[in-house]
């Protein structure tokens, strides 16, 4: 579905169904999804009455990841974004730093802002909560913004909300996490899926099938954030997505993956040699960072964990 250029959701116009021309697909798209939510395109009518995409805008950025689809090479979550919400959750299920540092390593290398949400405070034990902090401190220490919420109890979704005012979000995060339950606190009468945990495997199960855009509601009593400047409000879009389990990176080079982390970047800065891979050349200050727990070893692991993807090709799925 389409929707014509210079409307909005809620403004008097109509969704247009398309369809993508065969050979549109052949033009050197290597993905599994040619055209993404948050595309701007150029469709037009065939005589029948039917309409075909025949152009994509020029995207200003976009997540992508590795596709689980063999046959291709990359699967687009979605493009044109001003923010992206990674929702995880401490247990129940539990989400890996090494999915955390993937997901935003992405966002770094694609320029998308990424703000990180723990959810389910109201269900954590005081280990858990403890463990929460500890993960709060450790990404607002690199320089993240960390929000911890209770979807369930709608606590601190309040402020959340206020980042999204005039902008386009991507809502992303493991199966299980809570997005289809905070999607309905912020997009109130969609009534998105929800489902509960397997009590098998504690891990979440799909409600989510494919991505789409919703236009959340905004009041006059809500401020704008404090990176919003615009005079004039933006309509503002909220994308649900699928939940993933893995996360493969795709079209990193070795040699700038260590951009990508913003605090072994800095460091990298006092390296003996300009190309070194912060592995096990002398002279690393990012190892030395490393040692010295400067930079945090789950971090650490990622990135090598990344550089392990580009060398051998291909990825292997991580939680």
Known sequence: ???????????????????????FRLKGIRTTNPVAVGDRVSFEMNKEGFAFIVAIEERRNYIIRKSINLSKQAHILATNLDLVLLLVTINHPQTSTTFIDRFLATAEAYGVPAIIVIN??????????????DLAYLYKSIGYKVYQVSVKQNLGIDKLREELVGKTTLLSGNSGVGKSSL????????????AEISD???QGMHTTTFSEMYEMPVTDQLEL??????????????IDTPGIKGFGTIEFEKETVSHYFREIFRESDNCRFGNCTHTHEPGCAVLKAVEERRIALSRYDSYLSIMQDESEGKYREKG
Request: glycine content about 6%.
């Open 1 to 23: 579905m389409v929707l014509p250029e210079g409307k909005n959701l809620g403004e008097e116009s109509s969704l247009v169904p398309c369809k993508v021309k065969g050979n």
């Open 120 to 133: 389910k405070q109201d269900i954590y034990s005081d280990e858990e909560r403890q463990t929460a902090e």
């Open 225 to 238: 954030s404090d990176t919003d400047t615009t005079p004039d409000r933006k309509p503002t879009y909220i």
């Open 200 to 202: 098998v495997h504690d």
């Open 183 to 194: 999607l309905n606190i912020l997009v109130p009468g969609i009534e998105a899926k929800t």
